[in-house]
């Protein structure tokens, strides 16, 4: 008897923070993406790709979570010790791109690429280590028009996916206010860039944790449902009140929300200029006619990652859903961005401005589920049409078939499994499909093949037998044609069910 050990069965299993996608999934987010690049297009965007990795160093400081390991990049050493990542976002890489190719590209360079990347970081309820992103960007453009230009392409972009008018707002600010705020209770300097970082990030969390969520990051820290407790900014009592009144300037209408936030800034140079081209940002909204509440000025953007210089934005979804707990809350962000003027800036050593934003591409997918767009609720690809082999020595006959129908532009398969009849309709079944082609030895001797409608029959076992009409269907269920005829028959069936 053997003494050796049997192998252990390996555990199928996914890495946490990360999904499989089934083809409807997949044919749901071709047709949104689809819709998102013919907007993008309609602005003059073009294509381009980069890849998944990128030198470390490449992407500099500007990472999203400091306090995971890799400092929130999945890393790795190549084999001349050069560290590689992955990307974390589509900017960064688009930053390397263009600096690479700078005296080739015309400038103003506007692009867009989708991809997935991926983020080193705690998965949770909602929060994947790869998702999708969808940017487009403007670089070589220092005006803020290019700003407004993408605030207002973001809105037309969510109505062409099928989010209603009054469904949504694009949300401005300005980074220069936060850094005049920021400057004005002694958070100025690079000695102070981390708790700056903190600071943003806390205000990025307006909407999830609320105001005083917000005051506790911005003090000593907040401990979260799940027990986890994040370390606040450790600002005093009288900067947290200034950075929340900061985040709670909007008045009515943009002119009051911009004086509230020149009164805010009062005193700092760079936060003036950043209400300025607030100002200049606003009138452009006005001038394009998306002032009717599609697009807005709201301190309480600020966005979390600290390349951003100037002008922010963000795409909320303002109707309501359910969430996990079954709480009735509003579906929120599901796109956001800003300018990035030093990010190529640090390849070049000159000023490069550059703005852009990134749609979530399976956030995006989730709210068009929410609401039913019939972008996202119809089927996949049509199943395809089935060939069953009822005698396998026939096998190359039966090929013959199905090349037939897929010339005739039917998609179709021919059954390579080893069972018999009843489990080859059975996996037809399950695959879908509307209908298979039969031919055993009777009908191959006349020359015919049996066409059997898979969605009738099911109709017709569920029906009362007695019915005058019920033979005339069953007729339509199941008959045969000559094999001349098999296209034509076969069609026949797919439009009835269309």
Known sequence: MSDTPKPQKLLARLPRGFADRGPGDVAATERMLAKIRETYELYGFEAVETPFVEFTDALGKFLPDQDRPNEGVFSFQDDDEQWLSLRYDLTAPLARYVAENFDALPKPYRSYRAGWVFRNEKPGPGRFRQFMQFDADTVGAATVAADAEICMM?????????????????????????????????????????????????????????????????????????????????????AIDRVLAFTSAKGARAEATLANLAEVVAGSPRGTEGVAELKEIAALVVAGGYDDGRVVIDPAVVRGLEYYTGPVYEAELTFEVTNDEGQIVRFGSVAGGGRYDGLVSRFRGEPVPATGFSIGVSRLLA?????????????????????????????AHYQQLVGQLRAAGIRSELYLGSSGMKAQMKYADRRGSRCVVIQGSDERAKGEVTIKDLVLGAELAGADKNREDYLARQAEAQFAVPEAQTIEAVKKVLARHR
């Open 367 to 395: 709210a068009l589920k929410a609401i039913n767009s019939p972008l996202v609720a119809t089927a996949g690809a049509e199943a395809p049409v089935v060939v069953l082999v009822m005698d396998r020595s026939e096998i």
């Open 154 to 238: 973001a809105a037309d972009t969510l109505e062409r996916v099928g989010i209603k008018r009054g469904d949504y707002v694009i949300k401005v600010n300005n980074r220069k206010v936060l850094d005049g705020v920021l400057e004005a209770i002694g958070l100025g300097g690079e000695e102070n860039a981390g708790r700056r970082l903190t600071v943003l990030r806390a205000i990025d969390k307006l909407d999830k944790v609320g105001p005083e969520g917000v005051r506790d990051l911005l003090g000593k820290g907040r401990m979260d449902p799940s027990g986890d407790f994040t370390k606040g900014a450790e600002l005093d009592i009288a």
